[in-house]
Nanobody
């Protein structure tokens, strides 16, 4: 089992920056990859970025060149640095861990609100 806890959300003006943190605890050695997702009101949850062994492997087109995902090799902490934020980035941001054997764990989410 893995427990995930996101933090760092808040309210920021358009054009500003926020850094989200996801702390993983438990069977971290079983983690294959970790990802950031977001869900805006009335919209499906969407993949924002994926990290393999702490290195970014995927970014959604909507966040490329603005967001920077990173993590440590121990898979205990992953980050999402969000720059030049737009109103359409407003969402609840979730951390997800994919483990060996197909297990998937989610954090509880952290709200990001970008005011224009």
């Amino acid at each position: 089992h893995v427990q995930l806890m996101e933090s760092g959300g808040g309210v920021v003006q358009a054009g500003g920056s926020l850094k989200l943190t996801c702390a993983a605890s438990g069977d971290n050695s079983d983690i294959n990859s970790m990802s950031w997702y977001r869900q805006a009101p009335g919209k499906p949850r969407e993949l924002v970025a994926t990290l393999n062994n702490g290195a970014p492997a995927y970014y959604a087109d909507s966040v490329k060149d603005r967001f920077d995902a990173s993590g440590d090799n121990a898979k205990t902490l992953v980050y999402l640095q969000m720059n030049r934020l737009k109103s359409e980035d407003t969402a609840v941001y979730f951390c997800k861990a994919d483990l060996r054997g197909g297990w998937v764990y989610w954090g509880q989410g952290t709200q990001v609100t970008v005011s224009s």
